[in-house]
């Protein structure tokens, strides 16, 4: 067996699983479940009858690269949401469909590391736990940078040194962050990418939840518009995930992309050739439509933030805004998440996800512990119902 097997660690939620197991949840209470970001708003009607209309590819097997309407449609928004100058990305050499963020995260990892004695991947702490299994399956140490609180949450990239840099060959990077919900802006993207050059390992920047923030002005920057700001307009060593999941409210479509350096998308689309994941041919006319369609996402983003303001409100300043997703990142009191997580439970039939169960220990520190995460997901109503209860919960 694969040796990383034994270093796996069980996942948040089934943890979560356990943790809550002997607590009987307050009666009385209707349950409302936060731990889990997975969008419950409505899909849009247009995705789901442009899947049905195309049902007759059933018949037919698709193709690992995906169709070249859905290549075009993932360009053409690439272009559209980063600014990107015509041509800039290239469907045939710069974008290939995914089976959702969450297969390609772990896949990349087992493309790209060569497993040379010391190898290391590189990623946030907290972090989505895809990275970490990534790594140790594909035969690499897990290297985390901490988001600590006493640094606003800012991944601490400037305390690796060189030495390190040197053994790194892929870095996880996700902006906006799960869970803290921190943005990198452009001159840390720069840095990132400056590093990769000088060391040669490839950035996996995962910018899943990208659609959903503050203001419409100001939309979080990504990899591919920091690569060309540095004027790297072949994307070199770089890479984003995005997906349909959060931006569409589509997590059962399983659908997203891969886009950025050719060479690597060559060599990452031979490899998923033989792990045999390519979209269906509905799927992917349903995608195409998605992707080209930004009014069914700007009422998503409108909803979440009516969502975000409300819970922050009702929380009287005791968490921020995030500046990005849909998450928020709440410190408790006393600093012991998982008591936190079980009284929640117990006393107000609310199910949260302890920030402990997010990230690693390291150096004596994890930098998840103290924190709850808040997936505001589910509709107005229950959000607004759960915050009062969090509020009580606080307040005594």
């Avoid at 796996?8 to 889990?36: H, K």
């Amino acid at each position: 067996m694969n040796p990383g097997f034994a270093a796996l660690q069980p996942y948040p939620f089934e943890r979560l699983r356990g943790l809550l197991a002997d607590v009987p949840p307050a009666p009385g209470l209707a349950p409302i479940d936060l731990s889990i970001g997975e969008p419950r708003h409505a899909p849009p009607a247009f995705i789901r009858d442009t899947l049905i209309a195309n049902l007759d590819g059933l018949g037919r097997y698709p193709k690992t690269a995906g169709s070249d309407a859905l290549r075009a449609s993932i360009a053409a928004w690439l272009t559209r949401r980063h600014g990107l100058p015509a041509g800039a990305v290239d469907p045939a050499r710069h974008v290939l469909p995914v089976s959702g963020t969450r297969e390609a995260l772990f896949a990349i990892a087992q493309c790209v590391v060569d497993r040379a004695p010391g190898a290391r991947v590189a990623m946030p702490n907290p972090f989505y736990q895809i990275y970490e299994g990534a790594a140790l399956l594909a035969g690499a140490a897990p290297l985390y940078i901490p988001c600590a609180a006493d640094a606003d949450y800012a991944p601490d990239f400037a305390a690796v040194p060189d030495s390190v840099w040197r053994k790194v060959q892929l870095l996880y990077i996700c902006s906006p962050h799960n869970p803290t919900g921190r943005v990198l802006a452009l001159p840390q993207f720069t840095q990132l990418i400056e590093l990769a050059q000088r060391h040669d390992f490839v950035i996996a920047s995962d910018e899943c939840y990208s659609e959903i923030y503050p203001d419409d002005a100001a939309p979080p920057v990504g990899i591919l518009a920091a690569c060309r700001a540095l004027g790297l307009d072949g994307f070199d060593r770089c890479l984003v995930f995005q997906s349909l999941s959060k931006r569409s409210s589509v997590p059962g479509l399983r659908s997203g992309f891969v886009a950025g350096d050719a060479r690597l998308i060559e060599r990452f689309g031979l490899y998923r050739t033989y792990h045999g994941c390519a979209l269906p041919q509905y799927v992917q006319a349903a995608s195409a439509a998605a992707w080209a369609d930004e009014a069914h996402v700007a009422d998503s983003r409108a909803l979440y933030r009516r969502k975000l303001a409300a819970a922050v409100a009702a929380l009287g300043g005791r968490v921020a805004l995030p500046q990005g997703g849909f998450c928020l990142w709440l410190p408790v009191p006393g600093g012991d998440d998982l008591a936190f997580t079980r009284r929640l439970y117990g006393e107000f039939n609310l199910r949260v996800l302890p920030g402990s169960y997010l990230a690693r220990a390291d150096a004596g520190q994890n930098p998840g512990a103290g924190h709850v995460r808040l997936a505001l997901v589910a509709d107005e109503a229950d959000c607004a119902q759960a915050t009062a209860r969090l509020a009580q919960a606080l307040a005594a």
